[in-house]
């Protein structure tokens, strides 16, 4: 019975199984971005740069089909300009970051509209907006592994300067020249997590997974190992559970994934050890010092 | 007399045309322990910004000597983001980038070190707190053991007894007395004329413009305090370019 419901869809479906590989192993990736993108106060971040892929993806589709390769190599692209341009522009004008980033993906998504509209639009390119993690190949998993691994490898590279530079810039300044390097690698990462999980998530939803677990794990950790082990396992429960409940209900699984992610954040509020809403009702016991 | 730590060659600071600081120019002596003071907008906190190298001067230089001498700089508190979930030991083992760089681990030697540094601003015990448990007097403590473990030849201080309780202040200027004593230079901005007056052989007293520089004593008058007070914070919206070369 339990088995039933819980182990054998995976075991019966080949596209379940890849799709819990590929969603897990996104949210292992994804997890570790959103974290220190919402300690940064950059939340609202991965949504921009979501709308910045967007066109170059779609520009992508339009000229080779629904090729994985040109539709992932046009999200880089346009993911990569943007971020890369806002970036700069906040560190050498007195343009704060979220500001010059609104503009770019701005220009970005009207380029990207204006392309697709000129070429008249198709049923197809749902695809790219919300994915499909019940139809991902060999190619696409590869894909999601390439990016799991390259994002993990420099997060151990650059977390030092990365974490100095949200404290305090200027004492990294201070010691070293590592702080621009390392933002604008975490922003690449950033983009290259958002491009690998559009083929699962799609833009939108790939978002989904990266900051909904991030920010529900506010809730559960207080320090940044904590939070971002505690991301991690909420994604891939996200995950799992989602799949489960889209496969027994019959429901698109992309949206599920991040629905269920949603329900776990807000579960956290309400019961999160650390700040939640719950334990702040209770009465309280103190020590005596 | 050997050469001065920091030569201060003409120097005008600013963000926009009008001047925060305004042709500076003296020696700081090696060795030396200055306190810097002046009204609110006198251009203390940018001055010592621009020695710690993140602002470039708008004319005129600071001159180090043949090698840059390495600078440790407490900032104010209010420019540290406290919300990010790192330990006090943490931003300690931070602070010891210098020795182990990117990569570099902490051998048992640098533990010992941050150990000692803890000690000696009295916050053994802190290594597991977060920086948000902190109190504001606290957090001044860890960010004088941070300096302590740069181990640095010149040592910046931006207003360090802001919001301080007196204990706190006799305890870190202990720390300051200390590090006097080892031979590094050591700037302060102050708002205290008392305390400078009772541990800081040099002061400098500024208002956009130098008003006074020298030996505390003769640099605190009544004359100079006065003359200090005077300065007008609002910029002049009709001030000539200066053409003072």
Redesign the interface.
Known sequence: MLYAHLIAPFIEFDFMRRALVGASVLALSAAPIGVFLMLRRMSLVGDAMAHAILPGAALGYLIAGLSLGAMTLGGLVAGFAVALLAGLIARITRLREDASLAAFYLMSLALGVTLISARGSNIDLLHVLFGSVLALDDQALILIGGVATVTLVTLAIIIRPLVMESIDPVFLRSVSRAGAPAHLAFLALAVLNLVGGFQALGTLLAVGLMMLPAIAARFWAKTLTGMIVVATLIGIVATYAGLLLSYHLGLASGPTIILVAGVLYLLSIVIGTHGGVLLALLPRKHLEA | MSEPAICCADVTLGYGPHPAVHHLDGDIERGSLTAILGPNGAGKSTLL?AI???LKPIAGYFDFGARKPS???L?QIA?????????VF??LA??L??KT???GGLSQQDRHAIERALNAVGLIGFENR??DTLSGGQMSRVLFA?VML?DAKIVLLDEPFAAIDTRTVTDLMGLIAQWHAEGRTILAVLHDEALARAHFPSTLLLARETIAWGPTSEVLTEANLRAARRMVEAHDPHAPVCEVA
């Open positions: 910004k710690a190298g993140e600078i440790a700089y900032p420019e540290i983001d406290r919300s990010f979930p790192l330990t943490e931003l931070l602070g980038w210098r760089g990117l990569f977060t920086l941070r740069q």
